[in-house]
């Protein structure tokens, strides 16, 4: 994936969650999420997700269209459902 976008945002960015080596968490910015043919990928907190930027008047629950761009199998819609800043946080 090269790229993301939706209405419900002014703009997405793809992150990769990271530990530290002093056992904390945190997001990692990425360019690009590299997926094989025939694998799956699963965008979730505490793993690789998107982080929407600008957002206005979206709720816990809510699902949202994203469009995932792809740099060789172009454009593909997915619903997305929006989190609590909660349930991103993981055991490390």
Not at 15 to 25: E, L, Q
Not at 39 to 51: K, Q, W
Not at 82 to 87: K, T
């Amino acid at each position: 994936m090269i790229g993301a976008s939706t209405e419900s945002a002014t703009a997405i960015q793809i992150h990769d969650t990271v530990a530290g080596d002093d056992g904390s968490v945190g997001m990692q910015r990425l360019d690009f999420l590299e997926l094989a043919d025939g694998d799956e990928l699963i965008l979730e907190p505490g793993g690789s997700h998107l982080m929407l930027i600008g957002v206005d008047r979206l709720e816990i629950g809510d699902v949202i269209e994203v469009t995932l761009v792809w740099e060789q199998a172009g454009e593909m819609t997915i619903d997305a459902r929006v989190v609590s800043p909660a349930e991103t946080v993981t055991d490390g």
